[in-house]
């Protein structure tokens, strides 16, 4: 097997009809810090990965084409914290896989411009 070419995914980028809106939704209630903002381009740090937002007049459903994963440090105060900052969870989490005193979860909900988000991780039980 061939050595991988590539560490994995650097940035995530996506195009905004309300950019400062989705950049307070990505900073303040999924609590990602901005980077540095660059040629009306804001880069928020999602781990290793970093999340460009720009904005753009006509984003319109091109920009939703992306679904994006988010592994919480600890499920319930993740669950707890979004609700409390007004995300609506549409469905219960879906148990993806089961091991000794653990459940792998995936349970979604969408940005303000309608991108699908998932929290995608373990849970002990």
Do not use: C
């Not at 920009?63 to 707890?80: G, I, N, R």
């Amino acid at each position: 097997m061939a050595e991988a070419l590539f560490k994995g995914v650097g940035q995530v980028g996506g195009i905004s009809e309300d950019a400062p809106k989705l950049i307070a939704f990505y900073r303040d209630v999924l609590g990602f810090p901005v980077l540095f903002e660059a040629n009306g381009m804001t880069f928020l740090e999602a781990g290793a990965t970093r999340l460009m937002i720009s904005a753009g007049e006509a984003a319109g459903e091109a920009s939703k084409d992306v679904a994006l994963y988010f592994e919480p440090h600890d499920w319930t105060l993740a669950e707890a914290r979004l609700e409390a900052s007004g995300v609506a969870f549409p469905h219960e989490a879906i148990v993806v896989q089961r091991a000794e005193g653990r459940e792998h979860l995936l349970r979604g909900f969408r940005d303000p411009e309608g991108r699908p988000i998932y929290l995608l991780g373990w849970r002990a039980l």
